[in-house]
């Protein structure tokens, strides 16, 4: 375990950034956080969590996939993908940095994704663990541990030092390149603060939530749960919860007109939206029912049914704090998930 | 901090499901933490007993779920209005967006509703429940033993603290008594935004939407923006984009809507509400309503139903498009 005094923790932040462009949780000016680039002088965010999660790094929003340019009758096709640097994503909580995973089986399957590959071979997480879990977190659900996140760099930030441990080969190389800054820490600070976190953990008002009934193989059981109607009556249809979540993949990819060419891009699509996945007979999902079905089967049957149990929902709570109308996962796992239990 | 009560609420909505006056209930339901109230469509007396709330987070405007559920569900609607969502609901009936016989309107009494960021701001995170006390909230949190205390007047909605009406100007009942039209400060900041140079309202409006990440929960909460198929869901329109493209893009979106809803946008604040990324977009709308205001003399959008709204209106006395610009000189 090594260990960084807090006073030098912007001498830390400057010494990662002459290698790689860093990126971490800053505070925005109404409240929220957003991930930044830092540069001299930004503050790391005391935030529990960005609005938005840190997916993005590795599956933006929008993002070119290939340019087409036309001359005459000649169609040119242009390669955008470019060798990308190596970038360190700072202050990834545990919820976040398990959202990877499930991305990764998604996008680094055969047909593996070129471009999220890339990102992802060059991006460096430092993992921090949760002190001041929020009533919305439930991590726990999906076995995850907010005292002991994943990723190359796991750190605990105590009072006056940022506890650090490299976990794979990725990490070790940044922390050599650290060296200067670091000196070796004892285990006790960082065991006493998980300790204090855990007694918050088990105090949290989602604590009891369970996947018992969901998993591959449940389709036909839950499908046509007749609660599916009331809990998604008052749907907006909107795409607030699948943009904030960290586990959402769907994309929709585009053709841009620049007047003499195209630009073939992909932009994130939701399962909410009335035009996802059209197709030549038109739509599969007609109604908003259907389509908030779907979110929820995928994210608690589907998805784990296809990728050996594994559910893609790690229980940041993003949501429950964005949702207009405050429906979430957790009020559809109550509910249909507390049907089956009775 | 509500003078009505969730109990008085409940026995109105049980006594109309036991005539048959009504089929259901539009109303709030119960959430996980206290703030987090959901919509929620309730059919039986029992559905209200077990889940129905009502108290200082039940802001969502209910006007617009009107327009769908006077179309899907049987007999008639009952529908909780606060004085803010008549306006709406006169505005939707002016553009004969749902059919008024399907629904039976009951007047609220409204307080001011609260915003959980400003109580989280004063109360702390980790907020497990919340008791209306009187004019105090009392917050139960993860990381104090005993609950916060809070004036629940500190915690007012941006919305409700500008509160333009305590009026009612639609309902077939009215629970509690009437309020008035009030004077507001409501277009404070838009005078703030309008005293800045170009260049610094440009930064400003430029900071704000390139935060958006085009959920589109402020066109689909508001209702004004009730298309059966928005320009921007009809892959046929040309302007059809699920993302930001670039921050034009995105600052057309914006605009555009807020052109869309002026003169029929009451202000009733749905907009910002839900934003997920807290942009201001209700000033947009009402920098519109204090143009129209300050260009064809006071105008309230859902005031009374079938109004000629200025901008569809014309009279002899209307401005030239010349005044306008004289109006405001180099800025505007």
Redesign the interface.
């Known amino acids: 375990m090594l260990k960084c005094s807090l006073d030098k923790l912007q001498a830390l932040f400057a010494k990662i950034a002459e290698n790689a462009k860093l990126y971490l949780p800053i505070d925005?000016s109404?409240?929220?956080a957003s991930y930044g680039e830092w540069s001299e002088g930004t503050a790391w965010s005391n935030a529990?969590n960005t609005?938005?999660s840190p997916k993005d790094f590795f599956f933006p929003?929008?993002e070119d996939l290939m340019k087409f340019k036309t001359e005459g009758k000649n169609i040119e096709v242009i390669d955008v993908r470019r060798e990308c640097e190596d970038f360190v994503i700072f202050g990834v909580r545990a919820c976040d940095v398990k959202s990877f995973d499930i991305l990764d089986r998604v996008f680094l399957t055969e047909p593996r994704d070129s471009y999220y590959a890339m990102k992802r071979a060059h991006g460096i997480i430092v993992s921090v663990a949760c002190q001041?879990?929020?009533?919305?977190c439930f991590c726990g659900t999906f076995g995850i541990d907010a005292t002991e996140p994943a990723g190359d760099v796991t750190a605990w930030k105590s009072e006056d030092a940022l506890y650090l441990r490299a976990n794979t080969e990725k990490g070790s190389a940044l922390l050599d390149k650290l060296a200067d800054l670091l000196e070796e820490g004892s285990d006790e600070a960082v065991t006493a603060q998980k300790e204090k976190t855990k007694k918050?953990l088990d105090?949290?008002?989602?604590k009891e939530l369970t996947t018992d009934a969901f998993g591959g193989g449940k389709t036909k059981e839950l499908f046509d749960d007749p609660a599916w109607d009331?809990l998604s009556?008052?749907c907006?249809?909107?795409?607030?919860c699948?943009?904030?979540c960290p586990t959402c993949q769907c994309y929709?990819i585009?053709d841009?007109n620049t007047g003499n060419g195209v630009v073939r891009?992909r932009?994130?699509?939701?399962c909410m939206?009335?035009?996802f996945t059209?197709m030549a007979h038109g739509n599969n999902r007609l109604t908003q029912k259907e389509r908030f079905r779907q979110r929820f089967m995928h994210k608690l049957v589907y998805f784990p049914e296809n990728n050996d149990g594994m559910f893609s929902c790690v229980g940041c709570g993003r949501c429950?704090a964005?949702c207009?109308?405050?429906?979430n996962i957790?009020?559809v796992m109550k509910k249909i998930g507390g049907n089956k239990g009775e | 901090m509500q003078k009505i009560t969730r109990e008085q609420l409940l026995e109105k909505a049980c006594a109309l499901l036991a005539s048959g006056e009504v089929s259901c209930v539009l109303g709030w339901g119960a959430g996980e933490f206290g703030y987090d109230v959901t919509p929620t469509v309730f059919k039986t007396a029992e559905e209200l007993k077990e889940g129905f709330v009502f108290g200082d987070f039940c802001g969502v405007n209910f006007s617009k779920y009107l327009v769908s559920k006077t179309q899907k569900l049987e007999g008639k609607i009952l529908v909780f209005l606060k004085p803010c969502d008549t306006y709406s609901f006169n505005q939707l009936l002016t553009e004969h967006r749902f059919d008024r016989e399907k629904v039976y309107a009951v007047g609220i009494p409204c307080e001011g509703m609260a915003d959980i960021a400003k109580v989280k701001a004063i109360a702390g995170e980790g907020i497990v429940s919340i008791e209306a006390k009187g004019e105090k909230l009392l917050v139960t949190t993860l990381y104090e033993d005993a609950p916060v205390e809070i004036d629940a007047k500190d915690v007012l909605a941006e919305r409700c603290v500008n509160c333009k009406s305590k009026k009612h100007v639609a309902y077939d009942e009215l629970l509690g008594e009437e309020g008035d039209v009030l004077d507001s400060a409501r277009f404070d900041e838009v005078a703030r935004l309008e005293a800045m140079t170009p260049d610094e309202r440009f930064a400003f409006w430029q900071n704000e939407l390139s935060k958006c990440i085009r959920c589109n929960a402020c066109r689909d909460a508001c209702p004004a923006c009730t298309c059966e198929k928005c320009v921007f869901d009809n892959p046929n329109s040309g302007v059809e984009n699920k993302s930001p493209a670039n921050s034009f893009e995105e600052k057309m979106f914006h605009i555009i809507r807020a052109f869309h809803v002026a003169g029929r946008c009451t202000d009733c604040g749905e907009c910002s509400r839900v934003c997920p990324q807290n942009i201001p977009l209700h000033l947009l709308n009402r920098k519109f309503i204090k143009d129209i205001n300050e260009f064809y003399g006071e105008y309230q959008a859902g005031a009374e139903v079938g109004a000629r709204a200025p901008l569809v209106n014309y009279t002899t006395e209307d401005l030239e498009p010349g005044e306008v610009f004289d109006r405001r000189g180099e800025n505007a």
């Open positions: 925005n109404d409240g929220t529990l609005t938005k929003q929008t001041k879990p929020a009533e919305t918050i105090k949290l008002p989602l009331a009556a008052t907006l249809g909107c795409g607030t699948t943009f904030v929709d585009k841009f891009y932009c994130w699509d939701s939206y009335s035009e059209r429950l964005k207009p109308i405050s429906m957790v009020k």
